[in-house]
């Protein structure tokens, strides 16, 4: 297939071909969320095409909100509140948060007290505050990307060193469930990217939660 850059010429809507492009492990409910930079001309109709995304979107369970923009690009966050409340909430997650100063966002930590959205704004919010106050990415951003707890926790203690493997992440847990996962995903991309090219809606493509 084309390179996907110069395939976009035959796309009306150049934010939906970076979803896909960028996206699609999360839209197709393989994975928590995904992160990337979109580049645009102008902030107001920027901000529109979002709210039509999200329109679009919120009701099969994915949201897209921004974590950080400039004058030509914004940082946007693509992610699905159910899966990111369980991802955490897990143990191990909500050890390594407190951590990195997430305590007063991450007291109500039981479905059944905070409501999913509830617990993910919350540490959202703080999340973007992080992203904002420093250039380089915070080490707990995996966390709300779907990596495993057990690499993120492992990136972090060994400063990104003497991991097993790399692929959509460092890998210092199960290296052979990771790479099972990168081939899914790197699968899941070409598919979408292919389907999408022929005539699939970005709305078709995002299963429901």
């Known amino acids: 297939m084309e390179d996907i ?12 071909m970076d979803l896909i492009r960028e996206c699609a492990p999360t839209l197709a409910g393989l994975k928590t969320a995904n992160l990337f930079n979109y580049k645009f001309d102008d902030l107001t109709n920027m901000h529109k095409e979002l709210a039509r995304i999200n329109g679009l979107l919120n009701i099969k369970g994915v949201y897209v909100r921004i974590l950080r923009k400039s004058m030509t690009r914004a940082l946007l966050y693509v992610y699905r509140p159910v899966r990111l409340a369980k991802d955490l909430t897990n143990p191990l997650a909500v ?8 305590g007063d966002y991450i007291k109500k930590t039981s479905p059944r007290e905070c409501s999913m959205i509830e617990i993910c704004e919350k540490a959202i919010y703080f999340l973007t505050r992080r992203v904002n106050e420093s250039e380089c990415f915070p080490h707990e951003i995996g966390l709300f990307l779907g990596y495993p707890a057990v690499d993120v926790k492992g990136f972090i203690e060994q400063k990104g060193q003497n991991c097993k493997c790399c692929g959509f992440w460092k890998v210092y847990g ?5 790479k099972m996962k990168f081939e899914q995903y790197r699968k899941c991309i070409e598919v ?4 999408f090219l022929q005539g699939r809606s970005l709305c078709q493509l995002t299963v429901s939660a």
């Open 192 to 195: 979408y990217k292919k389907v």
């Open 5 to 16: 850059l110069e395939l976009r010429r035959w796309v009306d809507n150049k934010i939906e």
């Open 95 to 102: 050890s390594l948060l407190k951590k990195e100063g997430y």
């Open 174 to 178: 199960d290296e052979e469930s990771s």
